[in-house]
């Protein structure tokens, strides 16, 4: 079975600072992908990231990087130059082939 | 391009009656999913389609819970009695493929409140 753990429930961090929110996981699948999703108050999932279980690099896309550390079984993500819109729930999840198992979130709050 | 588009946004009803939701997915997304999201938890997947065919249903609660996807494109979710438990937000995703690298692309929700 596939489980996600994030441990931080909220997180505060000032505006234009780089702030590290937590996930591990936990599976015997060799291949596997993991993702994390941002969902502002409006409800709609947005995908930020992703990292393939094979991948020698770490993932980036703008603002957003993945610090995947395997034989740890993290996958942390790096907001660098937080920004007020950034206030949102962000969860990790974990994907195999078309299954996706999410952690329950950490709630991010951007500070002015 | 059109994004997932779910209707209705908010539903109210008594317990026992029926309610149902509709999806409509990104054009060309073969692959439809709905989840469920209790309130401060991650999305919980329900059922997943691919194309008219629900691939994978095991968490999907049979005795009042069903969905239907005729055509392969549009998708209703139905809950019939609906139960105060069955109170949170209904989720439907659509992903162009199958595969280990299967983005999916989220609606915004039906959030559901059973009275």
Known sequence: AQKITQTQPGM?????????????YDTSDPSYGLFWYKQPSSGEMIFLIYQGSYDQQNATEGRYSLNFQKARKSANLVISASQLGDSAMYFCAMGRGSRLTFGEGTQLTVNP | EAGVVQSPRYKIIEKKQPVAFWCNPISGHNTLYWYLQNLGQGPELLIRYENEEAVDDSQLPKDRFSAERLKGVDSTLKIQPAEL??????????????????????????????L
């Open chain 1, 12 to 24: 505060f961090v000032q505006e234009k600072e780089a702030v590290t929110l937590d996930c591990t």
């Open chain 2, 85 to 114: 438990g069955d109170s949170a937000v209904y989720l439907c995703a659509s992903s162009p493929r199958r595969g280990s690298y299967n983005e999916q692309f989220f609606g915004p929700g039906t959030r559901l409140t059973v």
